[in-house]
């Protein structure tokens, strides 16, 4: 009689543990049960699926561009290049690189004191290029230094510290894309008749100002209104200028100004745009008319310092 009770005990054990460990693998479906509690339902997905990490990634579609994971595009649409953005039709050719020559050679003069600099209003050279220039510094347009950038565009900047006053920050931020800048006098003087001492402190002091601001001391020099006479010359010299650059032609309001020879642009000119925003367009619309002049005759804009 025991017998039997012991064998019937271990046949129940039996099977009540064989229905536990099938209640166990069934637990390993990710099926959802009502009963159980959100924990359970994680820790019954698979390892990682407390942290939202799938096991298996799906392939990423080798058809896409190159870039197309990180949302870029690789190539920019014509619309948005920076040439037509600032109303050209095309972009503007790079200009050559100068074969270094002084564009008229210094007037004699003593040993003791260094040579009168040229006056110029256009470079000898072969190359198809023209030279922006722009005065007096009344400008403040941040979208001007924009197209600067955008464009690469080679421009000289002739300063009057009475005019530009506290705006130096800004002709700070077009010399940081490239602008140069040069020599207008300290109050845009008429210098032409003035005496020695005068003149030297017009010029002089401007090369001091722009020096204190920048760390630099100009070589180029303009005088107000293109009026000069010899005085000017040596007073230029002492001050370390090596050119007086004057412009042959100009861009005004509407159109293009020459102030001798052919009426059209020609290797080498030297343009002044006109500073004043008060008659037409501003500056922007005035360098962007002017650009497309320059196109049209075949030609680009070079760096002024690079052939001075």
Excluded at 49 to 61: F, L, N, S
Excluded at 196 to 212: M, N, S, T, V
Excluded at 231 to 251: E, F, K, N, Q
Aim: aromatic share 6%; with cysteine.
């Amino acid at each position: 009689m025991r017998g039997r009770t012991a064998l019937l005990a271990s046949v129940t054990a039996l099977t009540v543990l064989t229905a536990t460990l099938t209640g166990c693998a069934r637990s390993a479906d990710p099926v959802e049960h009502p009963g159980r509690t959100a924990t359970e339902r994680v820790r019954s997905a698979g390892p990682g699926a407390e942290r939202g990490v799938r096991p298996h990634a799906p392939a990423a579609d080798s058809s896409a561009e190159p870039g197309a994971e990180r949302g870029v595009r690789p190539h920019a649409p014509a619309s948005e290049q920076p040439y037509r953005r600032w109303g050209l039709a095309a972009p503007l050719a790079p200009a050559p690189t100068p074969a270094r020559t002084a564009a008229a050679g210094p007037l004699a003069d003593s040993p003791a004191r260094p040579a009168l600099p040229p006056v110029v209003d256009r470079i000898p050279t072969r190359d198809k290029v023209v030279f922006l220039t722009y005065d007096d510094g009344a400008e403040r347009d941040p979208r001007f230094v924009t197209m600067v950038r955008e464009l690469r565009l080679p421009v000289s900047m002739f300063l009057t510290d009475s005019v530009v006053g506290p705006g130096y920050a800004h002709f700070a931020r077009l010399r940081s894309v490239g602008a140069g800048l040069q020599n207008h006098t300290l109050d845009h003087a008429a210098l032409r008749g003035l005496p020695y001492a005068g003149q030297r402190a017009e010029i002089c002091g401007q090369q001091d100002k722009l020096r204190a601001r920048f760390g630099l001391r100009p070589r180029l020099f303009r005088p107000p209104y293109g009026a000069y006479d010899t005085v000017t010359l040596r007073a230029a010299a002492d001050c370390g200028i090596t050119a007086v650059v004057l412009w042959r032609a100009s861009m005004g309001p509407t159109d293009l100004t020459y102030t001798h020879g052919s009426h059209r642009l020609r290797p080498g000119d030297v343009v002044a745009v006109d500073p004043d925003e008060t008659r037409g367009p501003g500056l922007r619309e005035r360098t962007t008319r002017l650009l497309r002049r320059i196109q049209e005759e075949g030609l680009t804009v070079g760096r002024l310092e690079d052939y001075l």
